[in-house]
Every structure is written in C-alpha cells, then in structure tokens.
C-alpha cells in the first residue's frame, strides 16, 4: 500500500508523522498509515484491522478521551 496520500497530508499539514492520526476502514488502508508511520485508527472488523494501533467497531464508538490516551501511550507521552 502506497503510504503518499498519508505523507501529503502529513506535509500540508506542517505536522511530523508522529503527530499525525489516520482513520481507515481497510487493512491497505491501515498498511499505508503505518508505512507513513502514522497512528492508524481502524474502524470495523478488528480480525481484518489487526495491524492498527487503536481499534473501533464503528465510528459511533470513537470517543475522544479514549483515543487520546491510545495515542499518547503509543508515542510515549505521560500526564506529568
């Protein structure tokens, strides 16, 4: 999976890929924000989705709080 979409929107953006969260609901999807070395949020089929750093069953079961948390241990981040 070709990761530049996710790396041109990195760049529009001013941001590094460690800042950078991506949603997909396809494993290529999922690859390609991990090949960017993005956070990857993937939403549906967890069996499909495994690659993903955080996962949902739908968009419906994002909640902020959670998701922040997900991505703040990923990169290391602490509260203090």
């Known amino acids: 999976p070709d990761p530049e979409i996710y790396q041109q929107a990195q760049a529009l953006l001013g941001l590094q890929a460690a800042e950078v969260i991506g949603f997909e609901d ?14 990857a949020v993937g939403i549906g089929d967890a069996r499909l989705l495994a690659a993903a750093d955080y996962l949902v069953k739908d968009t419906a079961a994002l909640q902020l709080s959670q998701l922040q948390a997900a991505f703040a241990k990923e990169s290391g981040e602490t509260n203090g």
């Open 26 to 39: 396809a494993s290529a999807g999922v690859a390609a924000i991990k090949a960017a070395g993005q956070f």
